[in-house]
């Protein structure tokens, strides 16, 4: 997720790869050794950081993505603390935390907007690293989706030591973990979910039959294999990703089977979204019955409203532009504003992928801006439409604060 984009070559790919054989296996294609297993239990949450930010200094390599403190502060763990003018806690220092979950391939990056939107409205962030991330594909080869729920229980726990009202926020796979913990969790006071891993594709569920023959061909654990010029996500995407988001998602639904969650819930995603199934989240949300929860549908075609909401917890968001050649939102296009440094219009980084390796003058054009080109998610026919980038950003991100405003002004 920015996370979960490589399952999108085809279903099929999960089980023969895509575009495995295009580009040759590389040192970011082999575990590192330092990032399959979560290890800040017992850390403090400033330890944490400090541990994580070593980590990815000591993996990333010089001549891959540049490194340098940006890349290091996208990558890395964060946190930020309310103004002092900011209402304190019963008992400890705050009153609200929001503890940020990033997405699959993705890193804490994703979440610096919405990480700076909770501070404002005077919430400690936490934001944690998922194991096998931020430091090189070959790190998600050897994860399980068990290292990832450590990460978001570590955090958690953090999170309550330090305020009375634990919210959890997660994008994607995330999303996931978050409502994973809530099952488990009455500290957690409410969720907030961007485009939740709720559903993938069925084949998921044969990701890992590569284990039989990938000990003589390698490249036949991977989905794809990428460039991987992206400084804050993977575009190499390993089968064994989709296994543990696929379990993790197995995990949730056993959770919630006979049961609704009595939280306040705001959540927002796609309805053409290509990574996760939109109606796994809608049908989620329609079951949700808190009075508070609300829902942001972004979607081509607003005259088609899903049923079973109540009166004004679900809005429908156009997400056609045409004026900025914005064909639809995706995936990917949620928790960051337009004018993004790295990922927004004017930004440095083209999501291209689709192109690769099959066109390499439109994946060329693609990347580096030549021509004309459109934004969307990675459907048929935005793609029929011309030279397509993957939205990365939200170009509804200013509504999108004001309506977590409203929910978080609402809530009880």
Known sequence: ???MGGILCVAVALLQGCGGEASSLGARHKPSGFNANFSGDGLAFQDY???????IEKIVPEDGVARSGRIVDGNAPFELRPAGDCQSGRDKPYRRGVLLTHGLSDAPYSMHALASFFQKNCFLVMAILLPGH???PGDLLEVTW???ARAEAYGTDQLAAEVDEVYLAGFSAGGALSLYQSLKDDRVRGLFLFAPALEITSMAAWANVHKIYSWLIPSERWVSIMPD??????????????????SLIKEVR??????????????????????VHTSATLDFMAHARHASNKMLLYTVSTNSVPQGFRAGSLELVSSVIPGRRILSSAHTAITLPL???YYGVSGKYGNCTHYYPNNPKKYADCSEGRGVYFYGELTNKNLQAGTLRRLMVNPHYSALEDSMKNFIDGLP
């Not at 950081?49 to 980590?55: G, L, N, P």
């Not at 010029?229 to 696929?246: D, G, I, L, T």
């Not at 969650?261 to 990574?275: A, G, H, N, Y």
């Open 339 to 341: 004018d993004d440094a």
């Open 229 to 246: 010029s992206a400084a804050y996500r993977y575009e190499s995407f390993p089968k064994n990703a989709v296994a543990q988001v696929h």
């Open 134 to 136: 931020g430091t090189q």
């Open 254 to 275: 056993r959770g919630l089977h006979g049961r609704t969650l009595d939280i306040p819930i705001f959540t927002v995603t796609s309805q053409e979204d290509s990574t």
């Open 1 to 3: 997720m920015r996370g």
């Open 49 to 55: 950081v400090t541990q994580s930010r070593a980590m």
């Open 146 to 148: 068990r290292e990832w």
